[in-house]
């Protein structure tokens, strides 16, 4: 395998699969066999998951609630969504721990740093919950977080869109899509990969984002593979 220790972020609005709203049991355990077979490979695996198929805190102040309020009712949903992703996972038979960065013992672990990394290091799956337990924060600034804290190698962002293109595919046929692509250069082009501060905390720790499509079974094991799926961002 090209990595042994990997950040593996998932979108909240992926889980919904077909449905508007929710999380779509069949996404899930397409989900749930991909991580395992890169388990059963031996690769290290820690995720993040976000929460908007349930709340986004953004969507709260348009409604003239405060951010702050909002934004931590979407740490709560990505917890709902962290423990559905946990019982897919032993489903089929993958040993997981979830760690909270908000403090709800009774249904997680809290958030603790060497914790995380013996539970990887023993073979476990590791999902950390609650963003960073912080407003103002997104889920992908958690998963940078949190790649650098356990010192994966590697952010692995699942999307729907099989990478980083030259333009929006879906609104410019011309768009191509790049194998390889700078911080700099991503920067510079103005593309969207993740929010700024997200971005900014994986160039300066030398952290290699790698952009690809979860939702086809099989792509996972291939970035893992080192084959050519996605778009990698780096320094
Ligand atoms: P090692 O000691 O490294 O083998 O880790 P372990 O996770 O097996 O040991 P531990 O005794 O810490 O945990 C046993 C089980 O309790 C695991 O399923 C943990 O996720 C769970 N657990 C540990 N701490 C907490 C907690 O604060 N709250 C909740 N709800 N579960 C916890």
Redesign the pocket.
């Known amino acids: 395998m090209k990595y042994k220790r990997i950040l593996l972020k998932l979108s909240g609005e992926s889980l919904m699969g077909d449905k508007a709203f929710g999380i779509d049991n069949n996404r899930l355990s397409i989900y749930a066999e991909q991580i395992k077979e890169i388990r059963a490979a031996g690769v290290q695996v820690a995720i993040v998951i976000g929460g908007g198929n349930i709340f986004r805190g953004v969507q709260a102040e348009e409604g003239g609630m405060d951010r702050t309020h909002g934004d931590y009712m979407g740490m709560l949903a990505t917890m709902i969504n962290s423990m559905a992703l946990q019982a897919a996972l032993e489903s089929v038979g993958v040993q997981t721990?979830?760690q909270s960065a908000i403090e709800m013992?009774?249904?997680?672990?809290?958030f603790v740093r060497r914790?995380a990394v013996?539970?990887l290091e023993?073979g476990r799956v590791v999902i950390f919950g609650a963003g960073t337990g912080n407003p103002f924060f997104t889920t992908d600034s958690a998963a940078s977080l949190r790649a650098i804290e356990v010192n994966a190698e590697v952010i692995l962002k699942g999307t729907r869109v099989d990478g980083i293109y030259t333009a929006d595919p879906e609104k410019n046929p011309d768009a191509t899509k790049y194998d390889s692509i700078s911080f700099d250069d991503v920067y510079r082009k103005g593309l969207n990969v993740m929010d700024m501060t997200a971005f900014t905390l994986c160039k300066e720790n030398n952290l290699p984002i790698i952009v690809f499509d979860m939702d086809t079974p099989g792509n996972l094991i291939k970035v893992l593979n080192g084959e050519e799926v996605g778009t990698i961002v780096r320094n």
């Open positions: 721990r979830l013992k009774e249904i997680s672990e809290p914790k013996r539970h023993k």
